[in-house]
């Protein structure tokens, strides 16, 4: 287990390095997509290496100059990397309207250091409708078309097909995993199973598989640790990991992460793409489900008690007995919707603190008292 | 027929007063247009009429031809905060909804009236803020958060909402952008007319909108007459002038009455710039503003400006609306309407974009400065703010002065701390005019 995991843990813990390691021993172009929703599949099958731009954990210094310091980290992070320069390996990067700041993301691109190949796209934010579909539609052929011309290399619809099943499979190795993790809690510590997922956002997805599968073949034959710890479920955390220091907190005091529908958790492999059909069409049949709940995109038709219906559901499955909802500070989509989501939560009976995370060094402290007492009051409850 | 509106010159010298500056007697009435605006909306269940919210880009033109008096998100604010009556709509929002301070001051004063009429404490707003909840949410998305807006708003409220997405970014080329306004028509007349129809009962009165457009179009051609003389040194007007007038362009188009307005504001600037009356007695520092009309500090700031010699005069949120009006036919309108959003109202708030029009303005109005006033909980005009002013600084060699502020929430705002900084900008400017 530890060679996978190791591999795993190695990537995320310097993504600058294994990225451009990565580069330079396979002589292969790598484009930088910021997060959520750009097909990675496209790029996969241009032959280059989708790699989702990761939050640094260095201190900004000269990116202080470009952005307020009330948006959020990963932004932050991002336009410090592209003035000094230390994402200069990159042989090209995609961007799309994630939410306000990417606008801000991409200008930074344009200005300081830009990579040779720099893409916006316009992924349609509605989930429903034949003009979303077409325009999807539209927007990944001129995706296609501008990787085709990066590269020199044709994408047909059988390299694209050949991709889409890659990331599938990824997608249903990773269920696995969480399948494993919510019938044997504590298998894995909270940060190595964000660190498996994040992994796959860096590692080319044919070694991510062949990694995920040793591993899983080997946590298959081991036991759940005994333990009494409260089970916990993670929600929210958009576009980079959570700290692992918060995360080791909640192992530490007593609790264990049993499911989550963080970003660099079960949203990333969420809803395998169907394999028939249009290729381009089965991606935006994907890119528009509507669970797990996407407040980057828009749902004509929701309910405002959708997305604590969702949280609940996962709570239901893993046998959660509370939620810790990860707010990145400074994120729009996720605190906007925070207030229905907290009043579907309490209306359901399910415990859940919410807890604002920084990309900077705060001190934890208060973190650890909030998270020690919210587990204590739900292990007095029970 | 067109309604009359008139300011009396008492209510013009007040304004005036106030403000500090020799602000033109022609926008003073816009107030009591404002105040028809709302009071058409508040009666239309009376009248039997549906309700439309309109959030985001100007499409309130296509639920206003539907005979629906609509609110406009970008009015509302601005009514709220320039009277300062937003304070208990936030505090319901903040306290009883539960979001967060830095939520945008927009969702919160409008998810604060839903909630308001939800919970029965509608008691604790003004009368003047009490709009109806909507029949019909109409979502444009210039700003992502516009969506989520509209679709708190329509979740809470419990009635339809249809999205019209505003879809410039990623266009290059002119012919990305027609096939990008084909697209927004598309959804125009597939999604958002349909259920304008379903909410009126009544098939779309397509010759209405014609019209509504047609006199969206004189009024935007008197405005660039406006915004032309403002090159005048002295200029006639302020961009808060400007800003001030943009019901007719935004929030409540196709009346004849606006026409009326334009044309009395053109005149009367037209008279002043070929006396060289300005705003101001001397017009010290051309400025450049980034932002909204911000209403939160609208008063403040040109107190602070106007003694010392300050002029706001150019930004691109006053600057977006309806540009080029030549190209607007109201024989083709859906389609003239979907170009001019995709191809100039809607890219303005990206900053990819803004950065050249903010350049333009700066060179075509001479600008001495800029301020961009940083809104903590708006990131549509926060973000690029500072690659902005690093690019006012080389290409120009002129200085930017980038505060945190909010369009709606004081209790963002330091005064105290913002006159200084003003203070010292406009001194910066100084010193480097001695420099060079």
Redesign the interface.
Known sequence: MNGSLEQFLLATENPYRYVAEWKQKNHKKVVGLHPMSIPEEMVHAAGVLPAVIWCSSDPITLGQ????T??CGFTRSFIDDMVRGTLGFMDGMIFH?T???A??S???A??HNPPRYL????L???IR????R??FA??LE?LKASLEELTGERITEQSLWRSIQVYNENRSLLEKLYRLRRTKPGILKARETVAIVHSSMLMPKEEHNDLLKRLISELEKKAAPANKRVKLVLSGHFCYPPRADILDMIDELGGVVVDDEIFCGSRYFANPVKEAGNPISALFDRYSQKTPPD??K???????TDWGDSITGVVRRSGAQGVISLMVK?C??H??????I??VLSGAGVPELMLQTEREAVTLAPIRTRIEAFIESIRGAD | MAQEFTATPEEVEKVRQKVKANVPASVVKMGKMVDAYWEDIRRAPQEGKKVAWQVSAPGAILTQAAGMPTLFQAAFAPYCTARRWEGPLLQIANED????P???SY?RLHSGLIHAWDTGQLDKIRPELRIPRPDLVV?G?T???H??LA??V???ANC????L?D????CVTEADYR??AK?ME??MR??VIPAIEKATGRPYPYDKLSEMLSVVKQVAILRDEVTELMKNKPSPCTMFDLGISLLPLIAQMGRPEAVTYFKEFLDECKDRAAKGIGVLPEEKYRLYWDGYTTWSVLGTVMRMLAPRGGIPLAGRYTWSFWLHPEMLDPEKPLESIAYSLVRYMIPPA???FA?DMIMELIEDYQLDGCIML?Y?TC??F??????FA?MAERKFGIPSL?F?CDMVDRTHVNEAQLNTRVEAFLEMIDARRRKY
């Open positions: 100059a470009y952005a307020p009330y948006h309207d939410c306000l700041v606008r801000g991409h200008l930074a344009t200005r893409k916006y796209i316009h349609p934010p509605s409708g034949s003009v979303a077409d325009l539209d927007t001129d407040p980057t828009v749902d004509t038709e929701g309910k405002w400074f729009p989509p605190q906007e919707w925070h207030p229905d907290k009043r | 909804f539960g979001f967060l830095d939520t945008c969702i979502c998305r700003c992502n958060e969506s989520t679709e708190l329509a979740r809470h339809p909402m249809v999205l997405d879809i410039a970014m990623g096939k990008r697209f598309r959804q597939e999604d990206h900053p990819y950065k940083s903590v990131r549509m926060n973000v690029g703010q500072e690659e690093e980038i945190p």
